[in-house]
């Protein structure tokens, strides 16, 4: 077993999460909250001892991330026929966006000092008897996600590469929708971001399939 793979493993499940919850969002208008609670969360998490506590520790991945494995499994296992193809299509855009990002150490910089700011804001939202980063309902009040959305318009959004959202007009039109789509997607840059940083590269999903399968399986499980 790699620590490597578990680490790519952990990056792609939150990144598909985000791509997963995005078009819920655009063709439903709803999705889980717990799910939506640990991607917006993960924003926050800057400096973490572990990949693991990004999404909320190992004994949580299962089910934080529960919706991200099952969109990376049907990657890994299923034909092209039986995918989600604006699900792969976000993720696949979230991870060429955030190549471009890593370009801009002056995007990169107003971006960080941005999260700091609204981490301050999200501590108003939480209960002042525990730690921020154990109230993740804090980081989904819809002043916190609207900060975010606008966040992802000043910056990743000025790129001439964008990523094009479909789905219900009256779901894609709807002002917190929209605001909760840029926010996950900011969240998916995350998790694209830390899939380059443990060493994931594009190719890899087309030929390292094997390898990331029993990974996704193992950290998955419920025991």
């Known amino acids: 077993m790699s620590r490597i793979d578990d680490q790519q493993a952990i990056a792609l499940a939150g990144l598909f999460q985000a791509a997963s919850l995005v078009e ?3 063709t439903r208008g709803m999705v889980p909250q717990n799910s939506f609670e640990t991607s917006l969360a993960s924003i926050f998490v800057t400096n973490p001892e572990i ?13 934080n991330l529960s919706q991200g494995f099952r969109g ?6 299923k034909s092209r026929t039986e995918q989600n193809p604006d699900t792969i299509r976000y993720g696949l ?19 960080g000092e941005k999260i700091d ?7 108003y939202f939480a209960d002042p008897d525990t730690e921020l980063t154990d109230n993740p309902a804090a980081f989904t009040h819809p002043s916190v996600v609207a900060n975010l959305a606008s ?5 990743l959004s000025t790129f001439n590469f964008r990523i094009q959202v479909t789905g219900e007009p009256r779901h ?15 969240a998916g840059i995350r998790a694209a971001m830390l899939w380059r940083q443990v060493g994931g590269k594009r190719w890899h999903l087309l030929f390292f399939k094997s390898r990331l399968r029993p990974a996704v399986k193992r950290i998955s499980r419920r025991d």
Do not use: F, V
Request: aromatic content about 2%; glycine content about 2%.
């Open 117 to 123: 700011k609204i981490s301050q804001q999200a501590n």
């Open 72 to 77: 990376l499994q049907e990657l890994l296992d």
């Open 172 to 186: 894609l039109q709807n002002t917190e929708n929209a605001a909760k789509i840029r926010a996950l997607l900011l």
């Open 51 to 63: 990949t693991e506590e990004i999404y909320g520790g190992a004994e949580n991945l299962p089910i």
């Open 151 to 155: 966040l992802y318009q000043d910056t």
């Open 24 to 26: 819920q969002i655009s």
């Open 93 to 111: 855009s979230l991870m060429h966006l955030e190549r471009k990002l890593s370009k801009r150490p002056d995007l990169l910089q107003k971006i």
